[in-house]
């Protein structure tokens, strides 16, 4: 068995989740990750959101070397639920300047805001050995306690936030979510 | 007058909010649905139903944008004003297009069993005093008992058992019912015929919720005097009782809060209840605090409280009223103002905190009827970290100055 199956196997047994299929992409030298059949949107992180609220979603898309990180991209989502117009809205945080909203986007819906969000997590190609086997690997974690507004201090974003937050075990009352790819190479991924 | 001044300025300077305490982005950014109006906002409870004040506060808010830091606030006022109750928001569309529904249903908490440390604290003179002590629900019935040994309150210090319990009339009545049980043994600093060695009470009351936030309780207490000197004894000190209770908190736009908390209390002691005491005590209290902030956990706090007290007739030493302890004249001994208490009593705080910082200003006179009045002051200065205060209290006065270092949580 490789390291890249040990990892995947010790992976998928701590997490709370069954993993999802990850597909690795490239794109303009920079490394994506596409997951068409992942449904984050779940339990209670959904049920607040349709209750009107907006939800922090933090995502860590990690390379993996075996049980090597290669290369890491962390961002941070809050979504709401548009009661209306029954679609989510999306805005991703900037890690510079915390408050800000860098990108936003509505009308998504639930099956396409996994899309959306994975689309704003890009990685530079590390130097590595084209022909090692790789995987990718997803988390998503939210925080049991609501933030009431994701834009003030407390819920203010950088990347040591992000690092200390992934770095630690998740919360009983955190939902986390994740997925892992199949082992790839990275002289097999086509740039679309 | 000049410290009290000193204090009052300090405080409210301290209680100036900064301008990150108050700084407000509300959440259009990140909630989509901060676009609609509020349409309406409801309570669904068979059991509870919300101060006027919090519903003044959803008519304020009705036609307004939908905000949720604005309702999550309006959240904490009602779980603050309604104990024991268990609050769930509900946000749907309106009947009208573009516009919201917010309902909040309030439950009985469905907590039960309660353990909880009723008092805790350290006098540097006075030593210890501590009790511990468990709440649990039957049906409607409210339960609790507890230990206790208290070195503060009373000119002795009494170490013994306490038990009662709480309940509605009826469900839903406005009316309840309590009744206390309790039996203590009292330690006294030297050596009196007027001391008792043992005392038992039993206090059956009503409680009646007259209006929002305006309460009365009367009733019977029944104590059981035990003495011992100059020969063995036993006396009855048995009271009417009736206290009128009126809390009342006003939210001052997003800066803060005014709390105000008053009541006043009477006790007669007449032979027609078999009492071997014969005595009125009348006692007034009022306490006005001014807190920065809409969060439970405020960064700034004033509070200004006065008591004043008078007995007619001859009270047992126990009922007696005492100064110079957690919250009254801090930084005194109450053995070395009043060693067997007062019958007149007259006092004045001023408690500011400024994050964990927090400074007292206390000032006051306790007396017996017909000698003359002392006005003392006192000041403190400590550190409050998670509801426990650490804090260095003195006289102020022109002799030998001793601190007294208190310690303990909610004083």
């Known amino acids: ?192 | 007058m000049k410290c009290l001044c000193a204090t009052l300025l300090a405080s409210t300077v301290l209680l100036f909010p900064d301008s990150r305490a108050v700084a407000f982005q509300d959440s259009t950014q990140t909630n989509v649905n901060s676009r609609y109006k509020i349409e309406r906002i409801s309570v669904q409870s068979s059991a509870f139903a919300v101060t006027k004040s919090i519903q003044r506060e959803f008519d304020r808010l009705i036609g307004r944008p939908f905000r949720t830091e604005v309702l999550d606030e309006l959240e904490k006022r009602i779980r603050a004003e309604i104990p024991n109750v268990k609050v769930t928001r509900k946000v749907l569309k309106g009947q009208q297009k573009d516009q919201i529904a917010v309902q909040f249903v309030l439950e009985r908490s469905g907590k039960s069993v309660d353990f909880n440390t009723t008092r805790l604290a350290y006098h540097s003179q006075q030593n210890f005093s501590f009790g511990a002590g468990i709440d649990f629900k039957v049906k409607r019935v409210n339960f609790s008992g507890g230990l206790l040994t208290d070195n503060n309150e009373r000119v002795e210090r009494y170490s013994g058992l306490r038990a009662g319990f709480l309940t509605p009339l009826t469900k839903d009545s406005r009316v309840r019912l309590a009744f206390i049980a309790e039996s203590f043994r009292s330690q006294w600093h030297t050596q009196s015929p007027d001391f008792q060695r043992t005392r038992t009470n039993f206090e059956p009351t009503v409680l009646i919720d007259i209006l929002p936030g305006l309460k009365i309780r009367s009733g019977f207490t029944f104590n059981n005097l035990e003495f011992q000197l100059p020969a063995a004894r036993v006396q009855a000190a048995n009271a009417v009782t009736s206290t009128l209770r009126y809390s009342k908190q006003w939210q001052l736009g997003l800066a803060g809060t005014q709390t105000l908390d008053a009541g006043y209390n009477l006790r007669a002691a007449a032979t027609l209840l078999s009492s071997d005491f014969e005595y009125r005590r009348h006692t007034g209290e009022a306490r006005l605090t001014f807190a920065s902030g809409n969060s439970e956990k405020s960064r700034s706090a004033l509070t200004l409280s006065t008591l004043f007290g008078a007995i007619g007739g001859q009270a047992p030493v126990f009922d007696r009223f005492v100064l110079g302890n957690f919250n009254t004249l801090r930084g005194y001994n109450r053995f070395e103002i009043a060693p067997f208490g007062g019958d007149r009593v007259i006092h004045f705080s001023a408690d500011g905190r400024y994050r964990f910082v927090r400074a007292v200003y206390d000032t006051g006179t306790i007396s017996n009827s017909g000698r003359p009045k002392v006005l003392r002051h006192s000041a403190g200065l400590g550190f409050v970290v998670s509801g426990i205060t650490a804090m260095v209290a003195f006289p102020i006065r022109g002799s030998s100055i001793e601190p007294v270092f208190l310690l303990g949580m909610n004083f």
Not at chain 1, 44 to 49: A, S, T, V, W
Not at chain 1, 77 to 99: G, H, I, K, M, N
Not at chain 1, 108 to 135: F, I
Request: hydrophobic share 40%; glycine share 4%; proline share 8%.
């Open chain 1, 1 to 192: 068995m490789t390291a890249a199956a040990l990892t995947a196997l010790s992976f998928l047994l701590q997490s709370p989740t069954l993993a999802q299929a990850l597909t690795p992409r490239l794109s303009d030298n920079q490394l994506i990750a596409v997951a068409p059949a992942l449904k984050f949107l779940e339990g209670k992180p959904l049920e607040r959101l349709r209750n009107g609220q907006s939800v922090t979603f933090d995502f860590q898309l990690q390379l993996l070397d075996g049980t090597k990180s290669l290369a890491r991209s962390l961002q941070r989502f809050v979504l709401s639920y548009d009661l209306w117009e029954e679609t989510f809205s999306a805005v991703q945080l900037s890690q510079t300047s915390p408050r800000t909203p860098v990108f936003s986007t509505a009308r998504l819906k639930a099956e396409t805001v996994a899309t959306w969000c994975l689309g704003r997590m890009q990685m530079p190609l590390p130097t590595v050995d084209k022909t090692k086997p790789l995987t990718l690997q997803l988390e998503i974690r939210t925080s049991g306690t609501k933030l009431a507004n994701p834009l003030r201090p407390q819920g203010s974003v950088d990347l040591a936030v992000l690092v200390d937050i992934f770095s630690r075990p998740p919360d009983p009352k955190d939902s986390r979510i994740t997925a892992l790819s199949r082992s790839f190479t990275l002289s097999s991924l086509a740039t679309p």
